[in-house]
């Protein structure tokens, strides 16, 4: 899962024409503080990748939006990438917060 963690994706001297492209893109960054830029997950059935390219993350258009686009990277049943990933939030926060 590829996400971008920030409430912005432009440099504050950017043109407005340059903010109002980049907050069309992911209307919910400024809200959630991150948007999804793609998912690929393997599945099992198929012996294959699923991809969800950027354009999943831009279709999100409200917060509720945001727990399908989850469960198709943390599957029900199978705590395993759930885990990691709250144990790799965990450590960023401690060095980043103390």
Same mark, same amino acid.
Request: hydrophobic content about 35%; aromatic content about 12%.
């Given at each position: 899962?590829?996400?971008?963690?920030?409430?912005? #994706?432009?440099?504050?001297?950017?043109?407005?024409?340059?903010?109002?492209?980049?907050?069309?893109?992911?209307?919910?960054?400024?809200?959630?503080?991150?948007?999804?830029?793609?998912?690929?997950?393997? !599945?099992?059935?198929?012996? #294959?990748?699923?991809?969800? !390219?950027?354009?999943?993350? $831009?279709?999100?258009?409200?917060? !509720?939006?945001?727990?399908?686009?989850?469960?198709?990277?943390?599957?029900?049943? !199978?705590?395993?990438?759930?885990?990691? =990933? =709250?144990?790799?939030?965990? =450590?960023? $926060?401690?060095?980043?917060?103390?």
């Amino acid at each position: 899962m590829d996400v971008k963690m920030g409430t912005r #994706s432009y440099e504050e001297s950017a043109s407005a024409e340059k903010i109002a492209y980049e907050k069309s893109k992911f209307p919910l960054q400024e809200t959630v503080g991150f948007r999804i830029q793609g998912i690929k997950v393997f !599945d099992p059935k198929s012996r #294959s990748y699923v991809e969800f !390219d950027k354009f999943l993350g $831009r279709g999100i258009t409200s917060v !509720d939006g945001l727990v399908p686009a989850f469960a198709n990277y943390f599957p029900l049943g !199978d705590p395993t990438k759930t885990v990691k =990933l =709250l144990e790799a939030v965990g =450590l960023l $926060r401690r060095c980043c917060v103390g």
